[in-house]
């Protein structure tokens, strides 16, 4: 199974969001956090978050950037407890029960999102739209085996 996992390449991350999240972090889009949100209301930091931030599942803290990484079962298991007790401390959902639906649905969305090879960035763009939440992911695909054309060529001075 393949999730999304928080990547930086530079301290931006720590400058524009409210918590960045650590690279490495498994990731999920979080929109969920602003369900509520009035995003008038929201801070610039917010804002930031919430129109391009991935929520990382370990500090839950926000990354501009996912890479596509492959996750195993236990991995995804604890991933789902961890998101399913979040739901409940932080969120208020009703039981562990409701909860671990609720954290299984946010992976399984994640998961989802990453029907590419390993290494393969994703962005996201999150808006409102009328009534509704719009997230659109952009797909940077990895380098892979490919290689850089020859711009020169050594030659031997001896001839």
């Not at 008038?40 to 917010?46: G, R, V």
């Not at 380098?143 to 030659?155: K, S, T, Y």
Request: hydrophobic share 45%; aromatic share 8%; charged share 25%.
């Amino acid at each position: 199974m393949k999730m999304p996992r928080c990547v930086r390449f530079d301290e931006s991350d720590a400058r524009v969001f409210p918590k960045a999240a650590d690279p490495g972090e498994w990731a999920i889009p979080g929109g969920f956090v602003f369900a509520d949100a009035d995003p008038a209301a929201l801070t610039q930091s917010q804002r930031q978050a919430f129109a391009n931030g991935f929520l990382g599942l370990t500090s839950f803290g926000w990354s501009t950037l996912a890479s596509v990484a492959t996750i195993s079962d236990v991995e995804f298991a604890v991933l789902a407890t961890s998101l399913a007790e979040h739901l409940r401390d932080v969120y208020g959902a009703p039981d562990i029960a409701v909860a671990e639906a609720a954290a299984r649905e946010e992976l399984a969305y994640a998961a989802s999102l990453c029907e590419h090879p390993v290494n393969t960035l994703l962005s996201l763009n999150r808006k409102i739209e009328g009534e509704h939440m719009v997230e659109q992911f952009r797909v940077v695909p990895s380098p892979g085996d490919r290689q850089h054309a020859r711009i020169w060529e050594l030659h031997s001075d001896e001839q």
